[in-house]
Structure formats: C-alpha cells, structure tokens
C-alpha cells in the first residue's frame, strides 16, 4: 500500500520519498530492483548474478505506470547490476540506475547495492538544537574533498578528512563545512556538478559508511554541513539518465532547451516525475546522510529559460523550485536551502506564501562582484568607484544573504582572491587583509573557499592538495593568525551577527569621503556596537577623527596594519574617549595605509 501512494505522488510531482521505491532494496526473498521507464518495450537487471550477459533477469511491468520491478533472489549487497532496456525500436541501452545508493565512478559505471539501514549515527544532540542560523554566526569553509589535502599515499578520503579536517575547522573557529558535491560523477574536472548519480556518495573517497562517519563526527564536534546539489543539469555519458528508456524522459525534447552552457542536459524540469526525482534526491541527502543545508547551484538557470532573462521566465522551472523548497521545509524545517543566483529576480528568499522561491538564503553575488572589481582598481581611480562599497547596504534587505569568496573566484583565469589585489606583493598582502576586515564586518553569512585563508596565489587544481608549504613563509604564517583571529571574533560579538536581517543593526557613519577613500560603519546588536573603518589608500592619517556614534569609552578590537598581522603598525591596546566632532561622538585614532580597524565600546 505504501508503495502504491508513493508511486501515485512520484506521478503528481509532489513525492519526496521516491528513493524508498525505486532502486535497488533488500527484502524478504532477495533483492527487489524497481525502475522508472515508460517507453521501454523490455527492462532486465543484469549482474554477476545473473552472468551478467548469460542470463539477464527480465523485470516485470507494474500497471501502466511506467514502472517495472523484479525480486532477485542470488542478488547480495556489493554487488554490481545495470538495467538492460529496450527501448521502443528494439535498441538495447545498459543503464546505470538512476537511484543507486553507491556507484563505480568510473571503468564500466555499474551501479552497486548497498544497505542504507546499517548505518549507525551519534549526532542525536546535534540534530535536536541545530537551526538556520538566522540570528546566529554562520562562518562556513568550502571544500572541494579531492583536493584540499591527501594523505602520504596521495590520496584524499573520508577517513583522512575526518582526522584531518575535523581539528583544522575547529581551530580556524569556522561554524560549517561546504563540500561542493560529493554526489557520484564521472569525471574529476566537473568537480561533482556534472553528476551522474543523485543518491550515491562518491565512491573516489570511500564507502557510504565512511561519509556517514565523517558527517556524524563534524557534527559531534559542532560543526554543520553543507552540500552543494546540482538540479539544472546532469552528464551526457550513455550510462546514465541521456535517453534513459529511448526517449527524453529526464531532458527537454527540444535540443534547444536540452543543452546546457556546460556540455550537459538540462533536466526538465516541467516533468512530474523529474520533478519527484530532484524532490527525492534533496531530501535523501537531509534524511540518510543529515545534512543541515543544500546550496542550490545555478538557480539563475532554472529562474530563466537557459539563464538567459531575455527568454523570459521558466515557470515549470520555478513551480518546482517552490515546490521543492516547500517540500523541505515541510520534512526538514531544520535545513538551509541556499540559493547560487546571479540574476536580480525578486523574492528569492522571501517565503512562498508572500510569492517568493521560499529560500533560506541567497548568494550575494552582487557584493562579490562589487568588492572585487573595487579591491583591484589601482587607489588613483577608486575615489571613481566610491559607490561599489555602497551599493551592497542599498539593496541588502531585500532578501537574506550570505557573503561568498568562493571556488568561482578562484578558477578560470580569474586568479585567486590575493592576486585579484592591486599593487605589488605587500601591498596584495595589506589590500586582501582589510578586504577581509570588510567582510566579516558587513551584514550576512561568510563563505570562504578553502585556501583563502592562507591567501594562496595560485588558482583551484582539482588534481593538487592546497599549497601548505606557504605556511613557512612568515607573511602567509601572519595572515592565517589575523583571519583566525577575524573568524574568532566574529563568533563571539553579537553585534556583527545577531541582527543581520535588521536595517537597524547596521548604520553608515561616513560614506562620503570618496577623494580620501576612507569608509566607516557600526554593527549593532542590543547593547553592543562595533565601529569598522576603513583606509583604502597608501595615506598614513597619524591623528584621523573617526566617527563613532556613541559616548564612552572605545578601544581597537583588530586592526589589520599591525605588524603581528603582516603590517607596519605597532599594536595599540589602549582606551580612546569620545570627542564631539560637529556634534558626533567620534575618536581620535592611527588609521595606518590600507588599514581595517574594529573598535569597540567597553
């Protein structure tokens, strides 16, 4: 009976348990093995249970839902299968399934059996008091698992990461780890975004067991996880979900819409049962694997028809975004749906009974973009793109974001963020510290791609680890203990957190100065305020009057220009009381070349 009304919502577009269904489950008897393929004349399983060629075991039509299923009884866990279909002019397609649990990554692409009932979880804690982060830190590092570091053979695994990453995280006072997608894909350069299997855990890495164990370890040493997920497009390779049963049952029929700027078919999304399928496989990730957030990749693309706004809207495409996140928030209120958006469409985050997409969070793609044009202009000309810094407070509560440096500014001939930097190599050094500075300071969620906070010059290889020699050169040894000490402090001063989505937790007090280029702006939160300034030039100002906002007594909670931090300055604990300035309570303080200074009211 169950079966039956999960399949009958599979239909409708609306089921989020489809995995239960299709795949390969262990059962009294044997195996059972279900598949979706209504335009197959034949469907067969083959594995070294059936001699794989010798004796295809040949499935059995359920109804006229498209849905076709046997029990093998010699099948065991571990073992490899495909479904053997043909197709409707008697053309025989091997298939990977498209809900295996685990998967070869490569050689012949054979799904695999795996029993997800034997995994053993300690997280209990963790799952009860986890939440959204709305009024709390969130300071997440971005990983890609293959390449962050290996171990003495080479190779990077989950068990390796779990040793390894677990106090590195902890150390570096960062709240979450995003893995870009760990879902199974064929080919190493797509860094999983070109997935072939949406139920399966890479296989590169170790077992489904083993990802359990490091996901179940991070959250006992309080960090969350998040995963990137892929629901626009997926690889063209004929093991997979291309012309599954011999028709475009998962793509667009018209090539037009099914391809992709990136090689691949985009899914359509229009269709009930894929949208049950995408549906299913997000909230797999959050049922079997806990995860506490999905970062939802190329949104822009689901939003418009190919991206492109000039096409017009997609509104199959956004019926099942909302559909989807409505879902998750319906099974999973506890799990962030963040949204990768580059376009400026309204209503991202905002809940879908206002009309909104009904995430949680939304990329500000805007900020980056802004930050990193204005942080490259040689200082001569930035007192022209005075407004780049401004313009993120404009629009910013319009929806809830979160501040990305991600992998994407760190590929692709962009260089990585230090090297974005203007000037020669101290001056990079200086730039990319008070940038920082600016970033933890400003409204929104911190993202972080694994690297930047060691400031590494070269850009993302998936085939190397980090480059950790640079933390024997003193100057990246002293950028690690300021970014350190930024994510530090960020996590424990509500200010720069708590109110977030509140206009008045953020005031500007000097936005005007663009010939000198100095900025200044508090954070606030209950009784505490915390003042940022900002010196975007190679002018020293000995002596320069700071707006503060309040009375009392103000001391310097960081300042980036210190030498233990790489600078020339010397540190300064002392207290400064307030002067009036034109009636505003200001300091006077050293605010040093391109330096980033906190000050807080004792």
């Given at each position: 009976m169950k079966t039956q009304k999960l399949i009958d919502l599979f239909h409708e577009g609306t089921c989020i348990d489809a995995w239960q269904v299709f795949g390969a489950h262990k059962c009294e008897g044997g195996v059972r093995f279900t598949v979706y393929a209504p335009h197959a004349r034949n469907v067969s399983v083959i594995g070294p249970f059936t001699g794989w060629n010798d004796h295809p075991l040949r499935m059995e039509r359920t109804g006229f839902t498209g849905v076709w299923s046997i029990v093998s009884e010699?099948?065991?866990?571990?073992?490899?299968?495909?479904?053997?279909?043909?197709?409707?002019?008697?053309?025989?397609?091997?298939?990977?399934?498209?809900?295996?649990?685990?998967?070869?990554y490569d050689g012949a692409h054979a799904s695999i059996i795996y029993d997800l009932n034997k995994f053993r979880w300690h997280d209990e804690?963790?799952?009860?008091?986890?939440?959204?982060?709305?009024?709390?830190?969130?300071?997440?590092?971005?990983?890609?698992?293959?390449?962050?570091?290996?171990?003495?053979?080479?190779?990077?695994?989950y068990r390796f990461l779990q040793n390894e990453l677990i106090p590195y995280l902890k150390e570096h006072a960062y709240t979450h780890v995003e893995f870009m997608p760990l879902n199974e894909h064929p080919y190493d350069g797509s860094w999983g975004y070109q997935a072939s299997?949406?139920?399966?855990?890479?296989?590169?890495?170790?077992?489904?067991?083993?990802?359990?164990?490091?996901?179940?370890?991070?959250?006992?040493?309080?960090?969350?996880?998040?995963?990137?997920?892929?629901?626009?497009?997926?690889?063209?390779?004929?093991?997979?979900?291309?012309?599954?049963?011999?028709?475009?049952?998962?793509?667009?029929?018209?090539?037009?819409?099914a391809e992709s700027p990136w090689g691949t078919l985009n899914f359509n999304l229009w269709k009930d049962e894929v949208r049950s399928f995408l549906m299913s496989a997000c909230s797999f990730w959050c049922d079997v694997y806990h995860m506490d957030g999905l970062r939802i990749d190329a949104v822009s693309n689901m939003i418009y028809w190919g991206g492109d706004k000039r096409r017009g809207e997609n509104e199959g495409a956004i019926t099942f975004v909302k559909r989807l996140n409505y879902a998750m928030q319906a099974r999973h209120p506890q799990v962030m749906m963040i949204a990768e958006d580059s376009?400026?469409?309204?209503?991202?985050?905002?809940?879908?009974?206002?009309?909104?997409?009904?995430?949680?969070?939304?990329?500000?793609?805007?900020?980056?973009?802004?930050?990193?044009?204005?942080?490259?202009?040689?200082?001569?000309?930035?007192?022209?793109?005075?407004?780049?810094?401004?313009?993120?407070?404009?629009?910013?509560y319009?929806?809830?974001?979160?501040?990305?440096?991600?992998?994407?500014?760190?590929?692709?001939?962009?260089?990585?963020?230090?090297?974005?930097?203007?000037?020669?190599?101290?001056?990079?050094?200086?730039?990319?510290?008070?940038?920082?500075?600016?970033?933890?300071a400003h409204p929104g969620g911190k993202l972080n791609f694994m690297g930047n906070e060691?400031?590494?010059?070269?850009?993302?290889?998936?085939?190397?680890?980090?480059?950790?020699?640079?933390?024997?050169?003193?100057?990246?040894?002293k950028f690690v203990h300021y970014f350190t000490t930024l994510c530090q402090l960020y996590r424990s001063?509500?200010?720069?957190?708590?109110?977030?989505?509140?206009?008045?937790?953020?005031?500007?007090?000097?936005?005007?100065d663009a010939q000198e280029c100095i900025f200044v702006f508090a954070r606030i939160a209950d009784t505490e305020r915390i003042v940022c300034a900002m010196n975007m030039t190679s002018s020293d100002y000995p002596d320069r009057i700071v707006p503060v906002g309040k009375e009392g007594n103000w001391r310097i909670l960081v300042n980036s220009a210190e030498k233990q931090y790489g600078g020339i300055m010397e540190t300064v604990n002392d207290t400064f009381g307030t002067v009036r300035e034109n009636d505003i309570p200001c300091v006077h303080v050293h605010l040093g070349p391109y330096a980033c200074m906190w000050l807080v009211r004792d």
């Amino acid at each position: 009976m169950k079966t039956q009304k999960l399949i009958d919502l599979f239909h409708e577009g609306t089921c989020i348990d489809a995995w239960q269904v299709f795949g390969a489950h262990k059962c009294e008897g044997g195996v059972r093995f279900t598949v979706y393929a209504p335009h197959a004349r034949n469907v067969s399983v083959i594995g070294p249970f059936t001699g794989w060629n010798d004796h295809p075991l040949r499935m059995e039509r359920t109804g006229f839902t498209g849905v076709w299923s046997i029990v093998s009884e010699r099948a065991i866990e571990q073992d490899q299968y495909k479904y053997r279909i043909e197709d409707s002019h008697g053309q025989i397609h091997d298939k990977g399934d498209p809900y295996a649990f685990e998967a070869e990554y490569d050689g012949a692409h054979a799904s695999i059996i795996y029993d997800l009932n034997k995994f053993r979880w300690h997280d209990e804690a963790w799952m009860q008091k986890r939440n959204k982060n709305f009024d709390a830190p969130m300071n997440i590092y971005e990983l890609y698992a293959g390449g962050w570091k290996k171990d003495a053979g080479g190779k990077c695994s989950y068990r390796f990461l779990q040793n390894e990453l677990i106090p590195y995280l902890k150390e570096h006072a960062y709240t979450h780890v995003e893995f870009m997608p760990l879902n199974e894909h064929p080919y190493d350069g797509s860094w999983g975004y070109q997935a072939s299997g949406y139920f399966a855990v890479t296989s590169r890495y170790g077992s489904p067991k083993d990802f359990v164990s490091l996901v179940d370890a991070l959250h006992e040493a309080g960090i969350g996880v998040i995963m990137d997920i892929v629901p626009v497009h997926f690889v063209k390779d004929e093991f997979g979900l291309k012309l599954f049963d011999g028709e475009q049952l998962y793509e667009y029929h018209h090539i037009y819409d099914a391809e992709s700027p990136w090689g691949t078919l985009n899914f359509n999304l229009w269709k009930d049962e894929v949208r049950s399928f995408l549906m299913s496989a997000c909230s797999f990730w959050c049922d079997v694997y806990h995860m506490d957030g999905l970062r939802i990749d190329a949104v822009s693309n689901m939003i418009y028809w190919g991206g492109d706004k000039r096409r017009g809207e997609n509104e199959g495409a956004i019926t099942f975004v909302k559909r989807l996140n409505y879902a998750m928030q319906a099974r999973h209120p506890q799990v962030m749906m963040i949204a990768e958006d580059s376009t400026d469409y309204p209503g991202v985050t905002r809940a879908i009974e206002d009309g909104g997409l009904g995430f949680d969070y939304k990329w500000d793609l805007g900020w980056m973009n802004d930050t990193l044009e204005y942080y490259g202009k040689d200082p001569v000309y930035r007192p022209f793109e005075h407004g780049r810094l401004l313009f993120s407070m404009a629009y910013f509560y319009s929806e809830r974001f979160l501040l990305p440096l991600s992998h994407d500014e760190n590929v692709h001939g962009k260089k990585s963020v230090i090297d974005r930097m203007w000037g020669d190599y101290d001056t990079k050094f200086a730039e990319v510290r008070n940038l920082y500075g600016y970033m933890f300071a400003h409204p929104g969620g911190k993202l972080n791609f694994m690297g930047n906070e060691m400031a590494v010059f070269r850009e993302f290889d998936e085939k190397r680890e980090l480059d950790w020699i640079l933390l024997d050169y003193p100057m990246h040894q002293k950028f690690v203990h300021y970014f350190t000490t930024l994510c530090q402090l960020y996590r424990s001063h509500p200010a720069l957190y708590a109110w977030d989505d509140k206009e008045e937790g953020f005031v500007w007090l000097d936005d005007g100065d663009a010939q000198e280029c100095i900025f200044v702006f508090a954070r606030i939160a209950d009784t505490e305020r915390i003042v940022c300034a900002m010196n975007m030039t190679s002018s020293d100002y000995p002596d320069r009057i700071v707006p503060v906002g309040k009375e009392g007594n103000w001391r310097i909670l960081v300042n980036s220009a210190e030498k233990q931090y790489g600078g020339i300055m010397e540190t300064v604990n002392d207290t400064f009381g307030t002067v009036r300035e034109n009636d505003i309570p200001c300091v006077h303080v050293h605010l040093g070349p391109y330096a980033c200074m906190w000050l807080v009211r004792d």
